[in-house]
């Protein structure tokens, strides 16, 4: 079991930025890929970002390419995703997820945190 806790989120202007974290406990962390997802209201859950085992592989939506960067840090269990250029539409629960393989897709992430509300005003 991998239990994951994300905080960081808040309320922002459109342009403005924030940086999201995910505590893991449980077992190793550096086992599994993980990632971030979102969900907006009345909206499906949607990939945001993932980032290999090791760190040395990152995958983007190409709704947030070149605006958020994800980062992790086995040594403290750690993930990261620093938001840049936030736009309205980027409004809605952030996920942390983690999962034994590439964490890209809901159906592959084994483990999600509770969630974290991101509101980017215009």
């Known amino acids: 079991q991998v239990q994951l806790v994300e905080s960081g989120g808040g309320l922002v202007q459109a342009g403005g930025s924030l940086r999201l974290s995910c505590a893991a406990s449980?077992?190793?962390?550096?086992?599994?890929?993980t990632g971030w997802f979102r969900q907006a209201p009345g909206k499906e859950r949607e990939f945001v970002a993932a980032?290999?085992?090791?760190?040395?592989?990152?995958y983007y939506a190409d709704s947030v390419k070149g605006r958020f960067t994800i980062s992790r840090d086995n040594a403290k269990s750690t993930m990261a995703l620093q938001m840049n250029s936030l736009k309205p539409e980027d409004t809605a629960v952030y996920y942390c997820?983690?999962?034994?393989?590439?964490?890209?897709?809901?159906?592959?992430?084994?483990?999600w945190g509770q969630g974290t509300q991101v509101t980017v005003s215009s």
């Open positions: 997820a983690a999962g034994s393989r590439t964490v890209r897709s809901t159906r592959e992430c084994d483990y």
């Open positions: 449980g077992r190793t962390f550096s086992g599994y890929s």
């Open positions: 980032i290999s085992r090791g760190g040395g592989f990152m």
